[in-house]
């Protein structure tokens, strides 16, 4: 089976800016789940999807939100960037107990 | 408050044994995974423990005591692609949602 897959896998913006990142689950896997990655913070969860409908939340503003189509594919998108938003976004989907990661998306905000 | 803490670095020799050590405290428990991240790259799976016990699986084992809430990841025959950030990572809640609490990573190095 293919893995998770993210897209774009790199992205420069500015402040202000929005952006929407992608994840595709590995096949058959329902849930999805997006994490921001940072040296200071470490990794921590964003949202979790299942069957189109977000299960659980963390603790982040506004700006950060998210989607699940009926594909099980995900996007997130961030509005008005700061700079602390940069980060690497990784997404990950699930069977019953274990949760696989995608390669991630590196947003770099200037 | 939720609380996951292991150790910053760690350095061991190749063909020896690292045991890298996680306390946790969270609102509920389902389950402790640990997960190995090369630098630049995605982490990837290496264990889950939901019962006390030690689930081994080649070079690695890890262990857990909910009772202590503690876990150790044990990585034997230490080869130099061991060199990565360990995460441990609880799932807190016991509802149907599915939310992992990363420790911060250990970062072990292996040296020739």
């Known amino acids: 089976k293919a893995g998770v897959t993210q897209t774009p896998r790199y992205l420069i913006k500015t402040r202000g800016q929005q952006v929407t990142l992608s994840c595709s689950p590995i096949?058959?896997?329902?849930?999805v789940s997006w994490y921001q990655q940072t040296p200071g913070q470490g990794l921590q969860f964003l949202f979790e999807?299942?069957?189109?409908?977000?299960?659980n939340k963390g603790n982040f503003p506004g700006r950060f939100s998210g989607r699940q189509f009926s594909n099980s594919r995900s996007e997130m998108n961030v509005s008005t960037l700061e700079l602390g938003d940069s980060a690497l976004y990784l997404c990950?989907?699930?069977?019953?107990?274990?949760?696989?990661f995608g390669p991630g998306t590196r947003l770099t905000v200037l | 408050g939720q609380n996951i803490d292991q150790p910053t670095e760690m350095t061991a020799t190749e063909g020896a044994i690292v045991q890298i050590n996680c306390t946790y405290q969270?609102?509920?428990?389902?389950?402790l995974f640990w997960y190995q991240q090369h630098a630049g790259e995605a982490p990837t799976f290496l264990s889950y423990?939901?019962?006390?016990g030690l689930e081994e699986k080649g070079r690695f084992s890890s262990f857990l005591s909910r009772s202590k809430g503690y876990s150790y990841l044990l990585l034997k025959e230490l080869q130099m692609k061991d060199s990565a950030s360990y995460l441990c990572?609880?799932?807190?809640?016991?509802?149907?949602?599915?939310?992992?609490?990363f420790g911060s990573g250990t970062r072990l190095l292996v040296r020739p």
């Open positions: 990950a989907s699930r069977t019953r107990d274990t949760q696989y």
């Open positions: 096949s058959g896997h329902r849930s």
């Open positions: 999807y299942f069957s189109e409908t977000q299960r």
């Open positions: 969270t609102s509920g428990f389902n389950g």
């Open positions: 423990n939901v019962l006390d």
């Open positions: 990572a609880v799932r807190g809640l016991r509802d149907s949602s599915y939310k992992l609490i």
